[in-house]
């Protein structure tokens, strides 16, 4: 690594503090420090003979350098400084600089920056400010860069928003100036090294044994799912604990705009959205591919989002024959979720009367999942409900489980209750069809659940 040939692409003036490292870390001269080694490091290096060596092997040539051009400089800085030095130049060159301290930490589930004076991270359903700075917008913006780049994607004053994902799955949203007028602006929600199961959805009290019982029953019967809810909710992550019940047999089909579902089955083929190219060409949507799926032999389909105009197709797929697929769609209830799902089935361009789209989805889907976020941070499942059919121009539905919020404690818990409406659905017989058990008394309205 002693090649001549400045890394322009790589070439930043960094030094933004790292969480872990205190006051010394977020101060003005230790910044200016970092940028001077990183820039005289850059200086140093080939970009060809970089990316040519092993991570490791980089990550451990970076360091003597870094030592080697601390002894040059003769700078007067104690071990953990070095330390310090060292680590933060290594972020910068191998990974996502400054961020990295934050993806590294288990208890953070989304990484929120506000330009680059500002970083926010939510831990355990809560944000709080974290100590972590970029250096100025600049740096901020070579970071997004190098995310984006990664997946093939680009951002800049043309194009100045982008979804894309990193290679843990975590979702990544960045807008830019001149749209974001502070400043560039990323999101990352992370997730779990480790897929959430559903016994991680009982230890936190998200939903009841017999909730997960009868979800556990509708995937292995084959029954068409929607999961609603709010951002961050969790629907992508229900999904991906849902997902696990499917048989190993099967062929699935997952379409998503930025892939993010993380399912264990051998047999699985994930498609992703193409955005267009500079010249506003290229782009391959949801729907396209959604379409192209059904020539693929899918056993089940699963649409990580519906947005738009896909929509009609999943549901003439779920109607067609691809029986326990499942998507998910934003919505703060139940019935707004099918009214979504009607509003996004007329942007297809068909001029199909109200009740003929009403009939679409109620014959396509069995059942509605509806998820929310409480105020204390944590996510529960607060409503599953069966569409039993249509009355009339509207879709029916009935309530099987609910949650119901009493009050709050003096600590700001949400307090209240699981419990079964006293209903009990149609889709029961199907599942016995099948070989699932389920006990009657899952549906008494008696039992209640803290």
């Known amino acids: ?26 101060s003005k001269p230790y910044q200016k420090l970092k940028s001077h080694i990183h820039r005289k490091l850059l200086d140093r290096v080939d970009l060809a003979v970089m990316e040519s060596m092993p991570p490791d092997r980089l990550r451990e040539e970076i360091k003597i350098l870094v030592e080697r051009l601390i002894a040059e400089e003769n700078l007067a800085i104690n071990a953990a400084e070095r330390q310090s030095l060292v680590r933060d130049i290594q972020h910068e060159v191998l990974g996502l600089g400054p961020l990295e301290s934050l993806m590294a930490d288990p208890t953070i589930s989304d990484i929120l920056v506000n330009t680059h004076r500002q970083v926010y991270v939510e ?79 009982l230890q936190y009290k998200s939903l009841t044994p017999g909730m997960a019982q009868v979800l556990e029953g509708l995937v292995k019967a084959r029954v068409n799912m929607l999961l609603s809810g709010g951002t961050g909710t969790g629907k992508t992550t229900l999904l991906n ?46 729907r396209a591919l959604v379409r192209n799926s059904l020539r693929m032999r899918p056993d089940r389909i699963i649409v990580g989002e519906v947005r738009g105009a896909e929509v009609l197709d999943m549901l003439q797929a779920m109607n067609t024959g691809h029986d326990g697929s499942m998507t998910t769609v934003h919505a703060n209830s139940a019935r707004d979720a099918l009214t979504r ?3 996004m089935t007329g942007m297809a361009g068909l001029n199909l009367p109200p009740k003929a789209m009403r009939q679409q989805i109620s014959s396509a889907l069995t059942v509605l999942v509806q998820i929310a976020r409480m105020s204390d941070g944590k996510r529960k499942l607060v409503s599953l409900q069966e569409i039993t059919g249509m009355e009339g121009d509207i879709i ?39 070989g699932i058990e389920v006990p009657d008394d899952l549906f008494d309205p008696q039992r209640t659940y803290e």
Not at 128 to 146: G, M, P, Q, T
């Open 341 to 343: 799902l009607e509003n």
């Open 123 to 201: 831990r355990h359903g809560r944000l709080e400010l974290s100590d972590v700075r970029f250096e100025n917008d600049e740096h901020l913006v070579k970071i997004i860069d190098k995310i984006v780049s990664g997946v093939g994607r680009r951002i800049d004053e043309s194009s100045p928003m982008v979804d894309a994902r990193l290679p843990d799955g975590s979702r990544v949203n960045a807008i830019i100036p001149p749209l974001a007028i502070d400043g560039p602006i990323l999101s990352i929600r992370r997730f779990a090294v480790v897929p959430m199961r559903m016994d991680d959805f």
């Open 396 to 434: 029916t539905m009935q309530e099987i489980f609910a949650f119901e919020q009493t009050g709050i404690a003096p600590d700001g818990t949400v307090l209240g209750h699981f419990q079964a409406t006293g209903i009990r659905p149609k889709f029961v017989d199907r599942l016995r069809v099948h």
């Open 241 to 286: 604990v849902l997902s696990a019940f499917i048989p190993t047999t099967e062929r699935i089909v997952t379409i998503e705009d930025a892939a993010e579902l993380q399912l264990q089955q051998p047999h699985v083929v994930r498609l992703e959205t193409r955005p267009p190219n500079i010249e506003g060409k290229g782009e391959v949507t949801q």
């Open 1 to 26: 690594m002693s090649l001549r040939d400045p890394l322009e692409q790589t070439k930043n003036d960094t030094g933004a503090p790292d969480a872990e490292h205190g006051a010394s870390a977020a």
